[in-house]
């Protein structure tokens, strides 16, 4: 199912596709939040994101995205089985659209 989701035009998603098929990790969550509060977040970390020159694939679309669904979503996270990436993924709230993706890159500890 979450395969048919990702199937967007946008590079975010193609990613969390690829990543996907390749063994990624995910989990969904059961209840769901109104968008607004999402957007609101991820804009202030994209905007700090910015100030330390990290631009991640995919956030701006999301917040924007988010920002003009104005209804609930339930959030999701994937873990790309190199663990080097973290996938952002928001579904309508019955989980049959997916309304933005998102791809950060992991921190790793050396």
């Known amino acids: 199912m979450l395969e048919h989701l990702l199937t967007g035009d946008d590079a975010a998603s193609a990613a969390a596709l690829a990543a996907l098929r390749s063994g990624a990790t995910y989990t ?23 100030l330390r020159g990290v631009e991640p694939l995919g956030l701006e679309r999301m917040v924007r995205l988010l ?35 998102a791809r950060l890159q992991r921190w790793v500890e050396r």
Request: with cysteine; net charge positive.
């Open 28 to 50: 969904v969550r059961d209840s769901a939040l109104p968008s607004e509060q999402h957007a609101g977040v991820y804009a202030l970390r994209l905007r700090r994101m910015r």
């Open 67 to 101: 920002s003009e669904y104005r209804g609930p979503v339930r959030g999701g996270l994937m873990d790309s089985a190199d663990q080097k990436w973290t996938f952002l993924l928001y579904f309508t709230e019955d989980g049959s659209a997916l309304v933005a993706c």
